[in-house]
């Protein structure tokens, strides 16, 4: 018992040093002013508020993509990479969207539209909402993310209609401090605080107060005959603010509902019916400032499936966007600072993409395109990060299986080549950044012309992660239910097929095609587990080393136009030319770009041997492979791959041997024996075929 109350005692003084110190300490309008005249940050709009806040969290320039990355979405530091985005073009959607937030910043414009995140279903456009909205409400509650509006105090003392449970209000927009200074004024006291501001925009404040503290404005001063010094010092309190969605600050999340059960008070407040009997139906103090875009003063609205809205909604994101006020029934236009962030399918889009009456709205608007991953690597890292954040039985993950997964995720959202020149497996290489594998591939021009053929953008179809996702998770418990500790590509596979036809997301139309994709993708992990059981039945370092080493030097006397010593006789002689070519073709260089391909190696020897490292062939992704291929075919006449899927024509230790070795290149015991029987039966059907 003692042990849980010390944890409990434990847990309450980190909750309370999570707070911010000042949170509930009030301060005065003049220790206001000096605050922000030292640290004018504090009195940002919420675009310069939310372009900070991702530099806070860090950038980095992924040079191999060309990208920025920003720490918050590629590393999720907060929540242990629990929420991290994988892919090149999500990456480039979330730069995209830090661009016009920060272009809003300096009042670019951005700042006066909606910022429409559209894609497909699962393509993250959601979850980076929401992580959107979980650091907004971190950065708040740092020093630098400090924002401060104010509260009018006393208010019965001096007016005697002032409801006694209202002594005490708080600014219902959760204004900065600073409109409380008549503009007049106001401009000078801006003036002095950009003076002392390092930032790449400047501090702007020409917001009106709110209906009802403009009421307690004009009755406070006149109860001090115009002085508003006695008004500051008597009746207003600066607070601080952290955004808190559950608690409706600063944050809100906005869904369409059905029409009959909507109306625009859930944007734009309503009166407060219990204050009429109070107050009176006209009185700025019976108003309740509940509506969405009320409580996201100051930071992020959200709209979940903004275009399902009904049109007669949307016309009050026109003010909201472009004029920055909204219009509550029965009341004066109030302003308001807020990031508006939408969210949309594709459906819904090209619904209202024709639509005329949509034109003052669409002009609105900024469409940041969420396309799906269309790199099949980062895509299995999104499958990886599924199974990281649940409870997966111990089961092993075979080596391609998630790759594998996630190329055929890929293959249904890109676009088919033209030309010929390059196939869809090619391509599906090339975005991953295996060009080495697809030589004579231009991935900038695929994509131009991805661009050109695709209805909207390439990746903005196909089959979801979701519906992977899922069938792996099927898989993974199908795998179980068998007592198989391992999940192989051919039993996911298996389930792909099985259930294409099952998912409502899937059109019909397409069905045929994904079929194809599909064996495509079988296809090439027939290549891949081939390639793992030549590397562990054939792998030879010592020999791998002496045919690279022989490799180079016949290189290097073909492009010095020199001669070699023969390794029998002893005797000077010109390049092995078939040796060259038996090692070249392993790798399909073909005769016109022999000379490329070993100038290319050549420069690669020499920088290795400038920066004082000795050949290793291991090191060179290209010439390894080829090195390891030829070492396969000069062996694999010797090999039984009939005895391979039949374990009693071989030795138990030959066997164990190969099995060992596929362990060593990350699978399961088990999983090497089903890969080692299945490219065993695949290679032999292929040398009987020849």
Request: hydrophobic letters at 30%; charged letters at 35%; glycine letters at 6%.
């Amino acid at each position: 018992m003692t042990s849980n109350i010390e944890s409990l005692e434990t847990l309450s003084q980190e909750y309370q040093a999570s707070i911010p110190t000042d949170l509930r300490e009030s301060q005065s309008f003049d220790w206001y002013l000096q605050q922000v005249t030292t640290e004018p940050e504090i009195a940002r709009n919420a675009h310069q508020r939310v372009a900070d806040m991702f530099d806070y969290y860090g950038t980095e320039y992924d040079e191999e993509a060309g990208v920025v990355e920003y720490r918050l979405a590629s590393e999720d530091p907060l929540y242990d990479g629990e929420n991290t985005f994988y892919g090149r073009e999500i990456h480039e959607a979330i730069h995209e969207f830090v661009n016009k937030v920060k272009s809003g910043a300096r009042g670019l414009g951005p700042e006066k539209r909606i910022k429409l995140f559209l894609g497909p279903v699962g393509s993250g456009k959601s979850d980076f909402d929401r992580q959107l909205r979980r650091y907004f409400e971190d950065y708040t509650t740092r020093e630098e993310g400090r924002m401060y509006p104010f509260r009018w105090t006393n208010l019965c003392d001096v007016l005697p209609d002032q409801d006694p449970t209202d002594d005490v209000v708080r600014s219902p927009m959760a204004q900065d401090p600073l409109v409380l200074v008549p503009l007049s004024q106001r401009g000078r006291v801006i003036e002095a605080i950009n003076e002392t501001l390092d930032a790449p925009y400047t501090i702007r404040n020409e917001q009106a107060l709110d209906p009802a503290s403009e009421f307690y404005l004009d009755r406070l001063l006149g109860y001090y005959d115009d002085d508003l010094q006695q008004v500051l010092e008597n009746h207003i309190e600066i607070v601080r603010l952290v955004a808190d969605e559950n608690k409706r600050q600063c944050v809100e999340t906005f869904e369409p509902k059905d029409k009959k059960n909507q109306d625009e008070t859930e944007l734009t407040g309503d009166v407060n019916y219990s204050k009429i009997a109070v107050y009176g139906e006209s009185d700025p103090r019976a108003f309740d400032y509940s509506g969405a875009f009320c409580n996201a003063n100051r930071g992020l609205f959200s709209g979940e499936e903004l275009l399902k809205l009904q049109r007669e909604f949307l016309y009050d994101f026109l003010h909201a966007t472009q004029e920055q006020t909204i219009k509550p029934k029965n009341n004066p236009r109030m302003d308001i600072d807020q990031v508006i962030v939408g969210r949309t399918n594709m459906p819904e889009y090209k619904d209202k993409k024709g639509d005329e009456k949509m034109e003052a709205f669409n002009d609105r608007t900024k469409r940041i395109d969420f396309p799906y991953v269309l790199q099949y690597e980062e895509e299995s890292e999104i499958y990886r990060k599924m199974l990281r954040n649940a409870d997966v039985p111990d089961i092993h993950v075979e080596p391609h299986t998630l790759e594998m997964a996630g190329l055929f995720g890929v293959l249904t959202r890109i676009e088919e080549p033209s030309g010929g020149q390059v196939d869809l497996i090619q391509k599906a290489k090339a975005y991953n950044g295996e060009i080495d594998e697809a030589d004579d591939v231009d991935v900038k021009k695929l994509r131009e012309e991805a661009t050109e053929t695709a209805e909207i953008g390439e990746g903005m179809e196909g089959v979801s992660p979701r519906f992977i996702g899922d069938e792996i998770a099927e898989a993974i418990m199908d795998s179980m239910h068998r007592s198989r500790e391992f999940l192989s590509p051919l039993t996911t596979f298996n389930h792909l097929e099985g259930n294409l036809e099952n998912h409502g997301s899937i059109p019909e139309d397409r069905f045929e095609t994904y079929y194809r994709y599909l064996e495509l993708v079988r296809e090439e992990y027939k290549a891949r587990a081939i390639e793992d059981v030549r590397h562990a039945l054939a792998y030879d370092l010592d020999e791998i080393q002496r045919q690279g080493e022989k490799y180079m030097d016949h290189v290097m006397a073909y492009i010095d136009d020199d001669t070699v010593e023969d390794e029998i006789t002893g005797r000077e002689q010109g390049p092995d030319e078939t040796f060259l070519r038996s090692v070249e073709k392993r790798l399909d260089v073909p005769e016109d770009r022999k000379d490329d391909f070993r100038q290319e190696v050549s420069n690669w020897v020499s920088r290795r041997a400038r920066e004082g490292q000795a050949f290793d062939p291991q090191d060179n992704d290209r010439l390894r492979r080829a090195l390891e291929r030829k070492l396969w075919e000069d062996k694999k006449h010797n090999i039984n791959f009939s005895a391979l899927v039949s374990s009693g024509e071989m030795d138990d230790d030959e066997r164990n041997a190969w099995v060992n070795a596929l362990i060593e290149q990350g699978y399961s015991r088990e999983g090497a024996k089903e890969v080692l029987e299945f490219a065993g039966a695949e290679v032999a059907r292929a040398e009987i075929e020849t």
